[in-house]
């Protein structure tokens, strides 16, 4: 912080050449695998229409832990600990893999 105001340390910009396929094919990977899986979102988040089907279909379990921001590990942890110990619970994921 830099006179009260916040100084980036990191051009954005320069990392551009890398944006286009950041998340291309996440989707169809976390999809096709084949185990229990979870998606946690902030409550503003929104899923794009691929996951929205696949979670209508029952493709995986989907949370909302409401007032916390896009780092929701940060800002909420002891709800994200919660949400991750009740899924570990539910698919009965031994210990050695959790």
């Known amino acids: 912080m830099k006179d009260g105001k916040y100084v980036w340390k990191t051009d954005l910009k320069a990392s551009k050449v890398h944006w286009e396929g950041w998340f291309k094919g996440m989707n169809e990977k976390f999809l096709a695998t084949h185990t229990a899986k979870q998606i946690i979102f902030a409550a503003s988040e929104r899923m794009d229409k691929e996951l929205t089907v696949a979670n209508m279909q029952g493709k995986f379990k989907f949370v909302v ?34």
Not at 79 to 97: G, L, Q, R, W
């Open 65 to 98: 832990i409401p007032e916390v921001g896009h780092a929701i590990q940060e800002d909420g942890p002891k709800e994200m600990a919660a949400v991750i110990e009740k899924f570990i619970d539910m698919f009965k994921i031994p210990e050695k893999y959790a």
